[in-house]
């Protein structure tokens, strides 16, 4: 079960960071009473100033990873894969230390699937191009037009730019620049990734053994519970799929959801399915996940949970240097990065995230008091994440919550590692 009280560990921090978050929750107490003693009046957000935004996407729509063992296969023509003009903006990907780009397995295994029409499975295509480009243009609006916050044109010192080392990853990078500075650029773009082997923006099940071995046989255990197995077999039954093909839910939803923005022409059978088959596919990957394995979770998105709360806490110290800190950060991931952490901040609305979403958070200080607050935003809309009462939440009390999953590189290595390490113990 998850812990309901986080007790003493939810400031263990270690060093700089220790000391930052009992100041801030120092701070917070005292300015709650300060509230309390005036009449708990609410907070006035003409007063606050934006310091800094956090942006956690998925890639724009693509081809599928896996084409159902079907005669009358949907065509993906190439031309589906023509860059817009608008969406071109030169730029170079390095790895996290500034080295060379790393190989990328992933796009190698996709190059291996050819779909009829002759595109490659997992590839980014003109409408996902489109998508990104119309999400940079949404996010220049809010933080160029709206609030101006950051320069119109790119600026290296303002954003840092991480995505996972996928080519429509980087490709929906490049669209969403090109929408938020309209293509205009004071210095180089520099996209950083890193190896497949140590990625931590989505739930890697290579490189975390623990977390292999608890989710090992998930997902076919998931297609026999009872409701998703009566559902699947009527699915694959109308599609004339037999039943050892390997073909669940999140295959199906795969599918149907990238013909479907494309407007290709489904099979008659998953276009009658279609709401059964998103609903099925999140029951599959909430049983995989199983939300009351804290630990799961935490190895699942607490990485990316530390490199955001890290983020918060320099822009919150005085002592941090300047070129330090970055207005914008951008992290290009993945659906299953977005719905561990959907699940862990409390938000995840039990739909599949879409192409192109993005999770937004937003940090705020107050002219005045000089507190600090937390605001989060998906698919554009204010969010209430756990243990907050209101969309603007004090930025303590959303650390609080968080300290439940969020875990340390230190952390993370160990409890990735805890299992083997017992296994390997007992000498089994």
């Given at each position: 079960?998850?812990?309901?009280?986080?007790?003493?560990?939810?400031?263990?921090?270690?060093?700089?960071?220790?000391?930052?978050?009992?100041?801030?929750?120092?701070?917070?107490?005292?300015?709650?009473?300060?509230?309390?003693?005036?009449?708990?009046?609410?907070?006035?957000?003409?007063?606050?100033?934006?310091?800094?935004?956090?942006?956690?996407?998925?890639?724009?729509?693509?081809?599928?990873?896996?084409?159902?063992?079907?005669?009358?296969?949907?065509?993906?023509?190439?031309?589906?894969?023509?860059?817009?003009?608008?969406?071109?903006?030169?730029?170079?990907?390095?790895?996290?230390?500034?080295?060379?780009?790393?190989?990328?397995?992933?796009?190698?295994?996709?190059?291996?699937?050819?779909?009829?029409?002759?595109?490659?499975?997992?590839?980014?295509?003109?409408?996902?191009?489109?998508?990104?480009?119309?999400?940079?243009?949404?996010?220049?609006?809010?933080?160029?037009?709206?609030?101006?916050?950051?320069?119109?044109?790119?600026?290296?010192?303002?954003?840092?730019?991480?995505?996972?080392?996928?080519?429509?990853?980087?490709?929906?990078?490049?669209?969403?620049?090109?929408?938020?500075?309209?293509?205009?650029?004071?210095g180089p773009i520099v996209i950083h990734t890193d190896e497949a082997s140590s990625e931590v923006l989505y739930p890697n099940y290579q490189n975390c053994w623990s977390l292999r071995q608890r989710i090992r046989g998930r997902r076919q255990a998931a297609a026999l519970q009872p409701g998703i197995s009566e559902?699947?077999?009527?699915?694959?039954?109308?599609?004339?799929?037999?039943?050892?093909?390997?073909?669940?839910?999140?295959?199906?939803?795969?599918?149907?959801?990238?013909?479907?923005?494309?407007?290709?022409?489904?099979?008659?059978?998953?276009?009658?399915?279609?709401?059964?088959?998103?609903?099925?596919?999140?029951?599959?990957?909430?049983?995989?996940?199983?939300?009351?394995?804290?630990?799961?979770?935490?190895?699942?998105?607490?990485?990316?949970?530390?490199?955001?709360?890290?983020?918060?806490?320099?822009?919150?110290?005085?002592?941090?240097?300047?070129?330090?800190?970055?207005?914008?950060?951008?992290?290009?991931?993945?659906?299953?990065?977005?719905?561990?952490?959907?699940?862990?901040?409390?938000?995840?609305?039990?739909?599949?995230?879409?192409?192109?979403?993005?999770?937004?958070?937003?940090?705020?200080?107050?002219?005045?008091?000089?507190?600090?607050?937390?605001?989060?935003?998906?698919?554009?809309?204010?969010?209430?994440?756990?243990?907050?009462?209101?969309?603007?939440?004090?930025?303590?009390?959303?650390?609080?919550?968080?300290?439940?999953?969020?875990?340390?590189?230190?952390?993370?290595?160990?409890?990735?590692?805890?299992?083997?390490?017992?296994?390997?113990?007992?000498?089994?």
């Amino acid at each position: 079960m998850l812990t309901g009280v986080l007790g003493a560990r939810v400031w263990a921090r270690v060093g700089v960071l220790t000391s930052l978050a009992y100041c801030l929750h120092q701070r917070r107490v005292a300015l709650a009473e300060m509230r309390g003693a005036a009449g708990g009046h609410p907070v006035d957000r003409g007063l606050l100033e934006l310091k800094m935004v956090q942006v956690v996407f998925r890639h724009g729509a693509r081809s599928p990873l896996k084409p159902l063992p079907q005669e009358e296969q949907v065509e993906w023509n190439p031309r589906l894969l023509e860059v817009p003009p608008q969406t071109q903006f030169d730029y170079t990907v390095t790895s996290l230390s500034g080295g060379p780009k790393p190989d990328s397995p992933f796009d190698s295994q996709d190059r291996e699937t050819t779909l009829k029409g002759g595109v490659f499975s997992g590839q980014l295509t003109n409408v996902g191009m489109q998508q990104m480009f119309a999400l940079g243009e949404r996010l220049r609006k809010n933080y160029v037009e709206d609030i101006p916050f950051l320069s119109p044109v790119f600026n290296p010192p303002e954003v840092f730019v991480r995505s996972t080392n996928i080519f429509r990853n980087l490709e929906s990078t490049r669209c969403l620049l090109a929408g938020l500075f309209q293509r205009q650029k004071e210095g180089p773009i520099v996209i950083h990734t890193d190896e497949a082997s140590s990625e931590v923006l989505y739930p890697n099940y290579q490189n975390c053994w623990s977390l292999r071995q608890r989710i090992r046989g998930r997902r076919q255990a998931a297609a026999l519970q009872p409701g998703i197995s009566e559902d699947l077999k009527a699915v694959k039954e109308g599609m004339g799929i037999g039943s050892g093909d390997g073909v669940d839910f999140l295959v199906l939803l795969d599918n149907v959801a990238a013909e479907q923005v494309h407007s290709l022409p489904s099979c008659p059978v998953l276009k009658r399915f279609v709401q059964t088959i998103e609903q099925r596919a999140v029951d599959t990957a909430l049983y995989i996940l199983q939300r009351e394995d804290r630990e799961s979770l935490q190895m699942a998105i607490g990485p990316i949970l530390h490199m955001l709360e890290s983020n918060l806490l320099k822009a919150m110290d005085p002592d941090t240097p300047p070129g330090k800190i970055r207005k914008l950060y951008l992290y290009a991931t993945h659906d299953v990065t977005l719905i561990p952490l959907l699940v862990a901040l409390g938000i995840f609305d039990h739909k599949w995230p879409p192409f192109a979403v993005d999770l937004t958070v937003e940090l705020y200080q107050h002219r005045d008091s000089k507190e600090w607050f937390v605001r989060l935003c998906y698919h554009g809309e204010e969010q209430v994440p756990r243990g907050c009462s209101e969309g603007l939440c004090p930025l303590d009390k959303f650390l609080n919550a968080m300290s439940v999953y969020t875990l340390s590189p230190e952390k993370y290595h160990t409890l990735c590692s805890q299992a083997q390490m017992m296994e390997l113990g007992s000498g089994e």
